[in-house]
């Protein structure tokens, strides 16, 4: 099974691009796409030019002012000893060092903060920006620099949604088997067949959200929610759902711990807090299928779009959740009382297990599907599955 890649450090490329302590201006227009206020990057570069030049100020005149206070003598309380003011000289150099790092934290904070483009994102992209804050923060704050690192983040928004879209895949089916059903990969090597894996689009159960509180969630779940509610949402070309997970569970916490079946806008979900889970129903199957032709596409477990593959593929593919029971009876026949190879399947580790269990299921299947009369080709008669495109927000 070709390994998830949902670790590239997004932020980190930005960064290498940019200029620091610059002062080159460009006429540039913002993409619609920030959903920032008119003019607010030319206001706030503005605001902290004029920000910096009255601390220049301020200092020089504070460091001329305690020149000539100097010059003057000390007061009756530093002579009697009584008082803890020494009356040095101020270190202008590292003044003006300190107070204009601490004005350009305020600057980029203020774009930070007041785009909508890092909200939209999953919480490990944000994470990956507040934790190289340090870097960001020595840029200069110019519209050249302002506006490059937001084109950057709007250019790199396919990728990082395509990046998004797998956390949340792997969110639902690392920690348990039974989220998920398997068919036959698209892509094998000389080595191993490839086992292709799509969450159920009937129910998923995700477990470690015990209830600590009655009054609300606990914060990593919320944080698990909203990740799940930007997803879904661009799948379904919206910006956001119209009620989301994370307002389900802020607002009608209670009836979801009494055991309430509630419904958000993609999902119906039931709450156990003594155990932990929650069990999630898809309210549009199609949008947790799109899910599973997103990443399969991008993990190969599906073909490229352009690629000619026979209709028993799809048709296998289609009916993976039908076929799944057969699947998983025919594969654990002869496993011992602790072994099960859908579990090893998931396990990452340097033993080859996995791809040995991976192997072992995709041969299972491989049976299923002939006792059904399916041959699977790779090359055929054209697919008549639509291409397969991510909803634009």
């Known amino acids: 099974m070709k390994p998830a890649e949902c670790a590239r450090d997004w932020i980190g490329d930005l960064l290498a691009s940019m200029v620091v302590d610059k002062n080159e201006e460009s006429d540039l227009k913002l993409p619609g796409e920030l959903a920032l206020p008119p003019s607010f990057v030319e206001t706030q570069c503005a605001a902290f030019r004029a920000a910096a030049k009255a601390m220049r100020e301020a200092v020089r005149m504070e460091a001329v002012a305690t020149h000539y206070a100097n010059r003057i003598g000390h007061t009756m309380a530093q002579l009697n000893g009584r008082s803890l003011c020494s009356g040095e000289a101020l270190d202008v150099r590292k003044t003006l060092e300190v107070r204009y790092g601490a004005l350009k934290d305020r600057a980029w904070s203020s774009v930070l903060r007041s785009t909508e483009t890092l909200t939209r994102l999953s919480q490990k992209v944000q994470r990956q920006a507040e934790s190289q804050f340090e870097s960001i923060k020595k840029l200069d704050f110019t519209e050249t620099n302002v506006y490059g690192f937001l084109l950057g983040l ?14 949340v895949f792997d969110t639902i089916t690392r920690y348990h088997s039974d989220n998920t059903v398997f068919y036959r990969g698209w892509k094998s090597n000389d080595k191993h067949r490839t086992c292709g894996m799509r969450i159920r689009t009937t129910r998923f159960v995700l477990p470690g959200h015990r209830g ?11 944080q698990m929610l909203a990740d799940f509610d930007k997803v879904f949402a661009m799948l379904d070309g919206k910006c956001q759902p119209a009620e989301g997970l994370c307002d389900v569970f802020t607002n009608r916490y209670a009836d979801l711990r009494q055991g309430q079946r509630v419904s958000s806008s993609y999902f119906d979900i039931r709450y156990y807090p003594g155990a932990g889970t929650i069990h999630f129903f898809a309210r549009d199957k199609a949008l947790v299928d799109r899910l599973n032709r997103v990443v399969g596409r991008h993990r190969q477990w599906l073909p490229p779009e352009s ?52 192997d072992k299921i995709a041969g299972v299947i491989d049976q299923v599907l002939a006792a059904r009369g399916i041959t699977l080709t790779l090359e055929g008669a054209p697919s008549a599955e639509p291409p397969l495109l991510l909803a634009e927000a």
């Open 154 to 167: 709007v250019e790199s928004q396919q990728e990082m949604q395509l990046d998004m879209a797998c956390d």
């Open 212 to 222: 600590d509180s009655w009054s609300s969630p606990r914060w990593e779940t919320q």
């Open 307 to 358: 690629e000619r593959v026979s209709d028993a593929f799809w048709l296998q593919f289609n009916q993976a959740e039908k076929l799944d029971k057969e699947v998983r009876t025919e594969a654990r026949k002869g496993c011992g009382r602790w072994d099960d190879p859908f579990r090893e399947l998931m396990w990452k580790d340097s033993e080859g297990r996995s791809a040995a269990a991976g």
